[in-house]
């Protein structure tokens, strides 16, 4: 099994930056891929930011310039530094990883989420 375990989020101000990371441990045999997800009440979460093993990075348009999504294959860490914070980022933010896990001769690629951590952008 795989767990991603994720830590920082909290309250900012408009303006303010926070900083996200998300650690992957368990029967890891190689990360594809890592991002950031969020989701706020009736809407379909959205992918906000996301960065290969080499290290090519996506954003969604209303981060860029704002948001960085960084990364250490070594320690199989994600982080999403967040500034220039706007209300409208206030959501539940997920770490994704898409990976591949191995036990014995079986080999499985497939996604896996992290606990989800609340951001709050508020006066």
């Known amino acids: 099994q795989v767990q991603l375990v994720e830590s920082g989020g909290g309250l900012a101000q408009p303006g303010g930056s926070l900083r996200l990371s998300c650690a992957a441990s368990?029967?890891?045999?190689?990360?594809?891929?890592m991002a950031w997800y969020r989701q706020v009440p009736g809407k379909e979460r959205e992918m906000v930011a996301r960065?290969?093993?080499?290290?090519?990075?996506n954003y969604a348009d209303s981060v860029k310039g704002r948001f960085t999504i960084s990364r250490d294959n070594a320690k199989n860490t994600v982080t999403l530094q967040m500034n220039s914070l706007k209300p409208e980022d206030t959501a539940v933010y997920y770490c994704?990883?898409?990976?591949?896990?191995?036990?014995?001769?079986?080999?499985?690629?497939?996604?896996?989420w992290g606990q989800g951590s609340q951001v709050t952008v508020s006066s």
């Open positions: 368990g029967s890891i045999f190689s990360i594809y891929a």
């Open positions: 994704n990883a898409d990976l591949v896990t191995t036990v014995q001769a079986t080999y499985l690629r497939s996604d896996y």
């Open positions: 960065i290969s093993r080499g290290g090519s990075t």
